[in-house]
Nanobody, 119 residues
């Protein structure tokens, strides 16, 4: 399953960005699995940012809770990550993937989208 993250860019601290993750998958495959956003900063390991279950329930990392909002549109096979009050430490390449009920990733990571928070 191919997933493509987009919407990254350069933003000043305190600014906002909206990322999109589009999946080239059947609607049933997309809607029946969790979609997770991860990020990887230079020199650091990839970390979970947020995920949304097939039922639409969000899960957030503590570092982004209250600032980021994850949502999904199953009709469009797309998941969104609204990022507000961005901080320099949010700078990273953001990736998305599908996860099945056992937590296994079932899509390709793709190129990700770069978010740079800097003045």
């Amino acid at each position: 399953v191919q997933l493509q993250a987009s919407g990254g860019g350069l933003v000043q601290p305190g600014g906002s960005l909206r990322l999109s993750c589009a999946a080239a998958a059947s609607r049933s495959m997309f809607s029946s699995n969790t979609v997770a956003w991860y990020r990887q900063a230079p020199g650091k390991q990839r970390e979970l940012v947020a995920s949304v279950t097939r039922g639409g329930s969000p899960i957030y990392a503590g570092s982004v809770k209250g600032r980021f909002t994850v949502s999904r549109d199953n009709d469009k096979n797309t998941v969104y990550l609204q990022m507000n009050s961005l901080k320099p430490e949010d700078t990273a390449v953001y990736y998305c993937n599908l996860q099945n009920m056992w937590g296994q990733f079932i899509g390709s990571w793709g190129q990700g989208t770069l978010v740079t928070v800097s003045s």
